[in-house]
């Protein structure tokens, strides 16, 4: 079952002689309670990808569907209720709000669509992130690493269909990165999410279903249950 399509989705910057082709045709489906790593060198439309799939920006040519629902079918409303209830999103500059502290922040899409948490997730999210007592603090008192912890768990503790994670362990040292990666493992394994996360690193590649290689703008490669010999 596919929990979103890309259909031959185009994404243009600028215009003239600085016309920036970021997404060039890209079509993809993404399997529900799938892991997929997306991998390419700088530039070749990761970010861009990854937030016309979320309904953060709007392609130029092509399509999305999130579960049943084309982007393009949908008003601001539904916009807005979609990237609410059914898209978690971590952000590679994390967009946490600066006057809310880590727990505040993490409880925050839920707090909006005026829902409590299930109390044995939330446990387990905020457990495995390891903020410990950090959780009272405001995102200035954290470490850019705490900072990407708070960011993960706010994706995941309101468990949407799909997670968008851009580079979700880059500021991680490799121990507390692996601790993130198994949680993003345990929500597609046990809980049936389906993941889809920007990496530049073959370890973390290694942590999931299929990886997808993005170079200027297109598709070139695909690969299913990566070990890390297969991603480097
Ligand atoms: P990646 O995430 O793989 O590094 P991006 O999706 O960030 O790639 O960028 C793809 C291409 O689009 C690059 O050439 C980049 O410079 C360009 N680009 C991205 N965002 C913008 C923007 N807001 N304005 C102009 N060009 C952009
Ligand atoms: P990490 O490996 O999680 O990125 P760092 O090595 O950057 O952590 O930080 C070490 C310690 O210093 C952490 O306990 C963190 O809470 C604290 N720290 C880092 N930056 C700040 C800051 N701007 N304000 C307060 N405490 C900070």
Known sequence: VAAARVEDLTKTYGEGDALV??????TLDL????FTAVMGPSGSGKSTLMHCCAALD??????????EQRLDDLGDKALTRLRRDEIGFVFQSFNLIPTLTA???ILLPLSIAGRKPEPG???EVVATVGLGDRLKH???ELSGGQQQRVAVARALVSRPRIVFADEPTGNLDSRSGAEVLELLRSSVRDHGQTVVMVTHDPVA???TDRVVFLADGRVVNEL??????HVI
Do not use: C, F, H, Q
């Open 121 to 123: 997730w939330y446990d």
């Open 138 to 140: 405001k995102p200035n």
């Open 224 to 229: 299913r249950d990566p070990d890390r010999e």
């Open 205 to 207: 590649a290694a942590y």
């Open 21 to 26: 082709r970021a997404l060039d045709g890209v």
């Open 58 to 67: 709007s392609a130029t040519s092509g399509s999305v569907l999130i579960g």
């Open 31 to 34: 399997y529900a309670g799938e």
């Open 103 to 105: 727990a505040e922040n």
